[in-house]
């Protein structure tokens, strides 16, 4: 028997390394091209946001939770559709007031997209701001916060008057 010889079995549990991501977008009205630069709505107009979450890994994700706190600017917020790619792929929302939360699980490359909206009903510079946080070491967690940034204008009240001064002619 050796004496003074001493062995260690170690085992070590790492989650795997995810990047899981998240770009907001908007847009004024229904149909014009979702963009994620500044967009110059008036008061009144519907803004959409849309939220699109990505497992950008070869691993499941389980219960990553997301967060859209909307300006106030915004009311009347509604929900108008949630999709999700890959099989299995859940995408539970709510939205309370003009805060949207939920979680996102979904195997590899699984998308989850959420579109809302409402309409701008105050006038000023507006910044919204969405968060996914996962669960596991995530090696570029710069992705996991996408913001967009709207001017909303005051409406413009025009109106236009014609008048006929012709004199009438015998």
Partial sequence: VATGVRFFFGV??????????????????????FVGTQILPNQTDIIQYRILMTNGTTNALVNASFRDIVPSNITGLSLVSTTTTGTGATCPRTLTGNTLSGTFSGPASATCTITLQGPASTV?????????LENATDPNPANNSSSVNAIIRPSANLSV??????????
Avoid: Y
């Avoid at 008057?161 to 015998?170: F, R």
């Fill in 124 to 132: 000023g510079s507006i910044t919204n701001t969405a968060n996914i």
């Fill in 161 to 170: 008057t014609k008048t006929n001064n012709v004199t009438a002619v015998n």
């Fill in 12 to 33: 070590s549990s790492i989650e795997a390394d995810s990047d899981l991501s998240i770009v907001k977008t908007q847009r004024i009205g229904t149909s014009d091209q």
